[in-house]
């Protein structure tokens, strides 16, 4: 099992990436509200607002997913999904995916990828 974590800068694509894990049979996702450190530092220090972009409100926000995936194959759909909403995710400010193997888990039921 691992963890997939996904920085969603584009929240806009939230409800669509959403809708793409359930299309794919991947359930139980977190989400929690983030924030970039240079914009909590921006807007905590003064001299640094300057160089941060501060056009849009939402660009000092971004979300975070969280879900547990029992195979490759399933980080893979993930990923997947992430990349059909918004592209080419090489792009900056719009998001990063990073994965950790899970060694425990209990309150989750073990379903997916032949378990």
Excluded: W
């Amino acid at each position: 099992m691992e963890l997939v974590v996904i920085v969603l800068n584009q929240i806009e694509y939230l409800t669509e990436i959403l809708d793409g894990f359930m299309e794919e049979g991947l359930k139980g996702a977190t989400v929690i509200d983030s924030a970039g450190m240079g914009h909590i530092i921006a807007d905590h220090i003064p001299f640094f607002a300057q160089f941060a972009d501060l056009e849009e409100d939402n660009k000092n926000n971004s979300k975070t997913i969280f879900t547990v995936v029992h195979c490759q194959q399933e980080r893979d759909k993930a990923v997947k999904v992430v990349e059909k909403a918004l592209g080419d995710i090489q792009k900056a400010d719009t998001a990063f995916v990073f994965c950790v193997p899970v060694s425990f888990v209990k309150g989750i039921t073990s379903q997916g990828c032949g378990d």
